[in-house]
């Protein structure tokens, strides 16, 4: 299990490689290239995102540690560089996990990728992405609660109307389920908004009963 910032990022990243390959592997399908150009780039600009906020949160705490950062802000509110690091940090997770308004490439890509590798996006790819999410916010940022859960709560929101009211409107199998799972981002998020170890328990066994259904 991952306690380090660089080692999460890591993860995700080679995650993230082999999810690009897989969009693309028929080969002879154009749609398929597409989903998998149009997911690296995404990817690559949430990586950014991501690298630049762990950067910023080295530079106020001195380590990459989850709990050492932690314990490194509990002494009260945090410093104006590690807030930018958090901010960008939940702009990187959001494209990881398709919420709204980082929801863009979604459906393009589900629509486009075979459709065993649209299941592994839908559920796998984004069950990565909340653990890492859950044990950034209540292991590195557990007394910065007031900073980012009023930005949780406004993403979990718009993700849960937005992906519901879009999805009524989906011709396409795929596009509707890649919809679904955008509200199921939002579902999840407002889950994390509570900031306890109820609400990520609860996103855990979401997560598992999602993956299950979807599979």
Known sequence: VAEDLIVVFLGLEVMSVSVYVLAGINRRSIYSAEAALKYFLIG??????????IALVYGATGNT??????????????????????GLLLIGFGFKVA????????????????????????????TAGFIALVRLLLEAFPTADSVWQPVIAVLA????????LVALSQRSVKRMLAYSSVAHAGYLLAAIWTGT???????MLYLLAY???TL
């Open 157 to 164: 929101i718009a993700t849960m109307i937005v992906g519901n």
């Open 211 to 213: 993956g299950l259904t």
């Open 99 to 126: 919420a709204v308004p980082f929801h863009m490439w979604a459906p393009d890509v589900y629509d486009g990728s075979p459709t065993p590798v649209t299941g592994l996006m839908a559920t796998g790819v984004k």
């Open 197 to 203: 170890r109820f609400g990520a328990s609860a996103v």
């Open 65 to 86: 540690n989850l709990q050492l950062i932690g314990a490194q802000l509990a002494g009260g509110a945090p410093p104006l560089m590690a807030r930018l690091g958090l």
């Open 44 to 53: 690559a600009f949430a990586s950014g995102f991501l690298l630049y906020g």
